[in-house]
């Protein structure tokens, strides 16, 4: 006896190619792309990343963007408000400031400056300027914007002055350049230390667990102001920024390993009875070789996340401790030393463009966040 098919069987629609496609490309992507496609999903973590990379744009062209002698001070021009652009004249397109015209106040005798309507400091792009190095070895004297038939640093105040008359806009160009690496340098050592030391926690166990676990707790347990008190007094006041800010660097790095140490610790500790790190060992594969070539790619998707969430937090370090007084101090530039200036509630009262310093501090922790809770959630792809 035959039998007979389905009349809607040879009408059944066959899986779409594209479906298949898709299904064969999963099932043959490597762990870094099945990561990318899901993190691509994380709006917010994309427009974060684009966000950082402005700031890291920001941190390589520094010098190229401040129009101005981010170190010239003019004490007639303390405290002058931010400048308002101009972007028309006449109908044509043609961006431009009003000029200052200064006059003497009859009740505080201060030198007070006013928008003058007559007088037009017109913009223009690629204009030279104060001498740099682009890149640290280029020297050059073009910056992006400047001004026509006169000199910057006395013509055009985009974000105001500060109290020693220097221009906010052209000093926060360098202040990010230095609080965005500050940052990273601070992570990279501790994220050395925490997967040095962590792995050998994890990996040996025993007597070097216990010693390690020891030193992170008493780590942990310093308090943080009275230790920066404490290093701001004995870092003598004559050293050179470099030098201070290498000490900063270094301490911020040595005070931060310990929380990524005890989660390389706990990773170790389920992979050390793994047959590859078995194979490894037989091989005569040393510690070292057997944590850094074998053991840490196995988690490095979670390093990446923990990362990124680490550089906020350095980067809320140095602006809080360089805002006390404990950290960088003039003539460094960085976030918390321009900061330094709106202490004064009267002082931010009159002059409220102080505190515009504070927005890249919070623009860019939001950002590296977003950014963590993505790489956090496409560490995982297959969950």
Not at 26 to 35: G, K, S
Not at 111 to 134: S, T
Not at 171 to 199: P, Q
């Amino acid at each position: 006896m035959t039998e007979t098919a389905h009349p809607g069987a040879a009408m059944a629609p066959a899986p779409r190619q594209q479906e298949v496609d898709a299904a064969q490309r999963i099932y043959v992507a490597t762990q870094w792309q099945l990561m990318w496609w899901r993190f691509r999903k994380h709006k917010l973590a994309m427009v974060a990343a684009v966000v950082l990379i402005l700031f890291y744009l920001v941190v390589i062209f520094a010098d190229f963007l401040a129009y101005a002698d981010p170190h010239k001070s003019e004490a007639q021009r303390s405290l002058l408000p931010p400048q308002p652009i101009h972007w028309f004249d006449d109908g044509r397109f043609r961006p431009h400031v009003f000029g200052l015209t200064g006059k003497r106040d009859p009740v505080t005798f201060k030198r007070v400056y006013q928008p003058d309507p007559n007088r037009k400091v017109y913009l223009k792009l690629f204009a030279e300027g104060y001498e740099y190095k682009l890149f640290g070895f280029i020297p050059t004297n073009r910056h992006l914007i400047g001004v026509e038939g006169a000199t910057a640093e006395e013509s055009i105040f985009l974000l105001g002055t500060d109290l020693q008359g220097r221009d906010l806009f052209s000093r926060l160009m360098i202040a990010t350049r230095l609080s965005m690496v500050i940052g990273l340098a601070g992570v990279a050592l501790s994220l050395f230390l925490g997967i040095l030391l962590g792995g050998l926690s994890g990996l040996y166990g025993g007597a070097v667990d216990n010693a390690i676990q020891r030193l992170i707790e008493i780590v942990r347990s310093i308090p943080t102001i009275p230790l920066w008190m404490a290093l701001a007094a004995a870092v003598p006041s004559e050293w050179p920024i470099t030098r201070v800010y290498f000490i900063i660097t270094l301490i911020l790095g040595i005070i931060g390993w310990t929380t990524l140490a005890r989660v390389v610790r706990g990773r170790f500790l389920s992979l050390r009875t793994e047959d590859f790190v078995t194979a490894a060992e037989l091989a005569g594969a040393g510690q070292l070789r057997i944590i850094f070539r074998h053991m840490v790619p196995s988690f490095l998707s979670h390093i990446i996340a923990a990362t990124t969430l680490a550089l906020p937090a350095m980067i809320i370090a140095e602006t809080s401790l360089s805002f006390l007084g404990l950290g960088l101090r003039p003539p460094a530039i960085s976030w918390g030393v321009l900061l330094q200036q709106a202490q004064n509630v009267q002082a931010v009262a009159i002059s409220p463009w102080l505190l515009y310093p504070a927005i890249p501090v919070i623009v860019s922790v939001l950002a590296f966040n977003f950014l963590g809770d993505g790489l956090r959630d496409a560490a995982d792809p297959y969950g």
